[in-house]
């Protein structure tokens, strides 16, 4: 028993990274109905900049609490300026094509970030520093960080901060105006291009919070760190309905769960056959019985009808 509570508690962080990173992903399509392939890329020059940022102030009796949150702003910032470059140069003159067109240049960008990044930060693996207390706390049998405390928290604090902004915001208002109908409300005062790169920014924040946190909580970071998260991601989105908010954190959670616990109890189910690296197959089962059973999601797709 004590077991299947470690591995809830492990379900819980891998599955609220997962959401922070679908949160983006159905931000996006909500309003454009774009699936951002390279999103989990994003993650990843997230992370390999908070490294960069922390190793050069590894000599600087900085805190380490304090070297995390620089190193969280230098990666939003720099996920901001690269989110926002791609959607202007890549998505955005594409807007009016067949929809293909924008999926393969979403899979195109994906491959370019990887090599751009292959390329300045080289391909071997690199340690996280270790920057928050290592020392577990106990709860009566399982143990969780103080790293996946703060996942925990950061992502309970997002979602309801995103939830604000959308349903009692002038951006939130502007947001779901374009997302329903950009030429009626670009009559309406609304600047469609505007909303739509305050959206890709914003995906972008989430998904460079998401890379920091994973790159905590492994203490490894590389050039190919987001495809397996941005695939994961995307799955989570679809999982719980893409275009719904609370949907991508359901469907993050859901997932992480059944991972983390497929992992825990797989190699008994099978004998010692599989082992706990072979955790995905009940992740994709379990998003193809749900997507056979309710094919828009757990909670629904909330995609605005466009006139």
Known sequence: ???????????????????????????VYGIINLIN????????????????????????????????LISLIAAIIVCAALNFTIEKLAYRPLRSAPRLAP???????????????????????????????????????PVISVTQCLIL?????ILASLMYLVNRTKLGRAMRATAENPRVAALMGVRPDMVISATFIIGAALAAVAGVMWAANYGTVQHS?????????????VLGGIGNLAGAVVGGILLGLVEAIGAGYLGDLTGGVLGSHYADIFAFVALILVLTLRPAGLLGERVADRA
């Open 225 to 237: 760190m987001g495809f397996l998260p941005g695939l994961k991601a995307f799955t989570a989105a």
């Open 153 to 157: 928290g950061l992502t309970a604090v």
């Open 103 to 141: 999926l393969i240049t979403a899979m195109g960008m994906s491959l370019l970030l990887q090599t751009i990044a292959m390329i300045i930060w080289k391909p071997n693996p690199k340690p996280y520093p270790l920057l928050l207390p290592t020392d577990p706390i106990d709860l009566g049998g």
């Open 1 to 27: 028993m004590e077991t299947f509570f470690q591995q809830i508690i492990n379900g819980l962080v891998l599955g609220s990274m997962y959401a922070l990173v679908a949160l983006g992903y159905t931000m």
């Open 37 to 68: 392939f390279a999103h989990g890329e994003v993650l990843m020059v997230g992370a390999l900049t908070s490294w960069t940022v922390v190793t050069l102030l590894a000599d600087s009796g900085l805190p380490g609490w304090l070297m995390m």
